[in-house]
């Protein structure tokens, strides 16, 4: 299933009777495998979780720690980003390299790398040595 059906498909499960805003994430890990994610939102804002960290646990769960390209979908009227967390998220297992594709049910679609959604981000680099 290509990365886009994936998180197009996962993102009618959401749970958002809050926002009723339903947001659906793909990733492609190293291998080639593909783990999907949705928002579930809670009544205890902001307990919920958003899509891209609920792909991200997907892929960690079945033991792989490495993406190599996300694509994330929404109902909006133009492509919706990421937000910091999950920026953050998505850069502790994506170099600056990879593509995130961020798509709108109508068809936009616009693509950027993590390093340009991220300048800057929080890494290793930053605790050397402790």
């Known amino acids: 299933m290509p990365l886009k059906e994936a998180a197009a498909k996962v993102r009618e499960n959401a749970h958002a009777p809050y926002s009723h805003f339903k947001v659906g994430a793909a990733v492609r890990a190293r291998s080639g495998a ?16 958003c899509a891209e960290a609920g792909a991200i ?17 929404a ?16 850069a502790e297992f994506g170099g600056g ?19 340009e959604l991220l300048p800057g981000a929080f890494n290793t680099d930053h605790i050397r040595g402790r």
Do not use: F, H, W
């Not at 994610?37 to 307990?47: I, K, T």
């Not at 646990?57 to 979908?73: C, F, N, P, R």
């Not at 909006?76 to 998505?90: A, H, N, T, W, Y």
């Open 34 to 49: 593909i783990y999907a994610g949705c928002n579930v939102e809670n009544v205890a804002s902001p307990e919920g979780t």
């Open 57 to 73: 646990a997907a892929m960690v769960a079945a033991g792989e720690t490495e993406l190599d390209e996300v694509y994330v979908i």
């Open 75 to 90: 109902d909006s009227p133009m492509p919706v980003s990421p937000c910091g967390g999950c920026r953050q998220k998505l």
């Open 97 to 115: 390299q990879v593509s995130v594709i961020m798509g709108t049910l109508d068809g936009q679609e616009q693509t950027m790398t993590l390093a």
